[in-house]
């Protein structure tokens, strides 16, 4: 079902059950290499399926029921899964599987129990495209991804890492995607390989360029695609004269039953707002229970502290247990001093969940436009948060490794206790003065009403 056109190449269209695939024609030679993809995954839903798939096999899966392709392969499989299977509300997600051309994969599970390495990742409709770049060196294979919030090509995050992975050593390198209840539009942008050779090495010299007559071959292959996608609007544009010009209206027809999976280009932004506030508000979460664990430490390391104040009170006499006495109050009022400050950095946190609940519940259409406003009470918080936490760790320093302050010099003074005097004099005697002014200036006023 895959649609190839000058610009890109349709994996997939959105509609049901629906695979496709494209594969290299000759196998990689390439002890290490890395590979470049760029596409996009759009639909209308809130949820797509079933998703797309990037491969490195010892042979070529044309077709099959894993993401378009065949099963049972030998290789390695980078699985972009956008339905959630199993109801663990881990989807769309990132997923590497590997295979010895023996084993069947688990649908069912999302293959959660093959994969080797996974990490969750929304790339369904985003505003620019979705980079990935899969690196294959010295037997550990990396996936980075560019999540489609930016222009930047170069704005990769890290995803996967698999170590001591063993993969042929020539294979084909392919791309397949497929649909189900649901159904996106999956389209690759382009696909970029590349020979990687170790630091000191030699690089080998590229092959000699394609034969003529295997261009000639491939530019026919390609203009008979062109010629039948043409004949194809062209069939459509006369069974459907209503439609003509707007043919992505057809798609729709498909889901006129299920509206309630219907979003619009709004819902989507909000839903991605909301989606980056849950992920703040997780974050937040998890330094709050840092924050508590602190907290109860040092509450109990105050009670031991106490209690040896006690014991030695009781058995120590004399100057000395005096002086132990004394040291072992100054800490105890230190870690009172650790344990407030780490209630006030509570309370701010509490705030600031606050004000994510009420960004993430908004009364009316307003609440898009406070997003900003929320966003910027939001970072104030952490940056508060930030600066406690910094000091509450220079307080728990050990004292051997605390920087001591020299201590200020006495402040000299300028002004003598005479000077004082008589500047507060001359000052009373101004004062006074200009009130007597003032009331002379009024009393004159009033003499012409």
Known sequence: DAIPSADQIRITTSLKSQRGSVWTKNKSIFEFWEVEVTFRVTGRGRIGADGLAIWFTEEQGLEGPV????????GVG????????????????????????????????????????????????????????????????????????????????FCAKVEDMVLPPQGYFGVSAATGGLADDH??????????????????????????????????????FQQELDKKKEEFQKEHPDVQGQPGKTTCAFFLSADDIFETVSDRELRQIFEGQNRIHLEIKQLNRQLDMILDEQRRYVSAVTDEIAKRGAGVPGQQGQGSQQEIETVVKNQEEVIRQVNEMRNSMADTLRLISG??????????????????????????????????????????EKSKCPD??????????????????VQTVLFIGYIMYRSQQEAAAKKFF
């Open 187 to 224: 389209d690759v942008l382009s696909f970029l390989t590349f020979q990687l050779t170790e630091p000191g090495k030699e690089v080998p010299t590229p092959d000699a360029e394609i034969p003529q007559k295997d261009k000639e071959k491939y530019q026919e292959e390609f203009e008979h």
């Open 359 to 400: 960004a993430q519940h908004p009364g009316s259409a307003a609440g898009v436009y406070e997003t900003t406003q929320h966003f910027n009470d939001i970072k104030e918080h952490l940056h508060v948060v930030k600066r406690d936490i910094e000091h509450l760790v220079q307080r728990n320093m050990p004292s051997s």
């Open 67 to 74: 993401f378009g392709a065949a099963d049972k392969w030998n």
């Open 78 to 157: 980078i699985f972009f899964d956008s339905f959630d299977n199993d109801g663990k509300k881990n989807n769309p997600g990132v997923i590497v599987v590997g295979n010895n051309g023996k084993l069947l994969y688990d649908h069912q599970n999302d293959g959660s129990t093959q994969a080797l390495a996974s990490c969750q990742r929304d790339f369904r409709n985003k505003p620019y495209p979705v980079r990935v770049k899969i690196i294959y060196y010295q037997k550990t294979l990396t996936v980075l991804i560019n999540n489609g919030f930016t222009p930047d090509k170069d704005d990769y995050e």
């Open 408 to 425: 200020l010099p006495p402040f000299p003074s300028c002004l003598s206790t005479m000077h004082f005097f008589v500047f507060v004099a």
